[in-house]
């Protein structure tokens, strides 16, 4: 029979890539990690990781198992369900995830929302990065996340994680009260191609948005500065110091001296709800689900 505990193991190393990331998560050591690792091995008859440089990687049959142990993973979840169908309405602690302007404008008015109709329920919102976010998931640390697409996401195909799209946050281009562009209705990105950027930190999920869609338009930005919050980002504007493509969910400082300005083409990045395979039907999750696509609906309209 095989340990449900240690093929857990072997999932957190699939995840996290290496023997060592897997066991800090896991709050193992390394070699104890290694141990639960070699011991499923001996159990199951068949080598589960191999040298690969100075470190390893999964052999064929571990990749063939973890398909099989992804798949039990999604019918805890649907097991869990079921035993507690009988109890439908939301109630007990929802754990939620979500980047900064995920957290201001959805998951918090979600968490009102709930409260106010679901009085047995309670939400407990984390800040998260992106990459932060699945791994939270995969820990059972959260529930559900709002992450935005970026390319190192798991695939959406992906046997562990329930995506699905939530909406499209256009970008906006932004720039000074008193710049010639500042009034339009719609702006092509070209007309900005000369100018000063200011750009997201090259770490950020927006930053291959706002490159991609300077590309589109044909040219790269001169970035002079760069940014990790878009508040930081509009003080630059506001100073004069260059313009930048922002999201149209980020809520800026209000009253600064700056313009939003339509772009041509409405470039967008694209905002997911994100849980473990066979969450998504429990009734908190649900209805928090329900909250989170009417609260979109009404964001960027």
Same mark, same amino acid.
């Given at each position: 029979?095989?340990? *449900? ?12 890539? $290496? ?5 800090? =998560? ?5 070699? +104890?990690? %290694? ?23 999964? $052999?064929? =049959?571990?990749? %063939? ?6 798949? #039990?993973?999604?019918?805890? @979840? ?5 035993? %507690?169908? @009988? ?6 602690? *929802? ?6 302007? =995920?957290? %201001? ?21 984390? @800040? ?29 195909? &992906?046997?562990?994680?329930d995506q699905q799209p *939530?909406?499209? &946050? ?27 950027? #200011? +750009? ?12 991609? =869609? ?11 500065? /760069?940014?990790? &919050?878009? /508040?930081? $980002? !509009?003080?630059?504007?506001? /100073? ?5 493509? #922002? ?24 905002l997911l709800s994100s ?5 998504? @039907? ?6 928090a689900l329900e909250e989170?696509? !009417? ?7």
């Amino acid at each position: 029979m095989i340990d *449900l505990r240690r093929l857990h193991v072997l999932r957190a190393v699939a995840h996290y890539g $290496t023997v060592t990331a897997a066991a800090h =998560a896991l709050h193992f050591t390394p070699s +104890a990690a %290694s141990q639960q690792i070699r011991q499923l091995a001996r159990d199951l008859g068949v080598d589960l990781l191999e040298p690969q440089g100075r470190g390893v990687r999964l $052999t064929a =049959a571990a990749e %063939s198992l973890l398909a099989h142990a992804d798949a #039990i993973a999604a019918r805890w @979840e649907e097991a869990e369900l079921d035993l %507690s169908a @009988e109890h439908r309405a939301p109630a007990g602690q *929802l754990r939620v995830g979500g980047f900064p302007t =995920a957290v %201001s404008v959805l998951l918090a008015p979600m968490a009102v929302q709930l409260r106010e109709r679901h009085p047995r329920l309670t939400v407990r919102i984390r @800040e998260t990065v992106v990459p932060e976010s699945f791994d939270l998931l995969f820990e059972r640390e959260i529930d559900l996340a709002v992450v935005e697409v970026a390319p190192h996401n798991p695939p959406l195909g &992906d046997a562990r994680f329930d995506q699905q799209p *939530l909406l499209d &946050d256009p970008y906006d281009l932004v720039v000074p009260d008193d710049h010639p562009l500042a009034g339009r209705d719609r702006v092509d990105l070209a007309e900005a191609a000369h100018e000063d950027w #200011i +750009a997201p930190v090259p770490e950020s999920p927006c930053r291959p948005h706002v490159m991609s =869609a300077c590309g589109a338009a044909g040219f790269t930005p001169a970035v002079l500065h /760069h940014a990790r &919050d878009w /508040h930081v $980002t !509009a003080e630059l504007i506001a /100073h004069r110091l260059g313009v930048a493509l #922002i999201p149209r969910l980020a809520r800026l400082t209000p009253h600064l001296p700056i313009s939003r300005v339509r772009c041509a083409g409405d470039p967008h990045r694209k905002l997911l709800s994100s849980t473990r395979r066979g969450c998504r @039907e429990r009734p908190a999750v649900a209805a928090a689900l329900e909250e989170l696509r !009417a609260l979109a609906a009404a964001a960027v309209a």
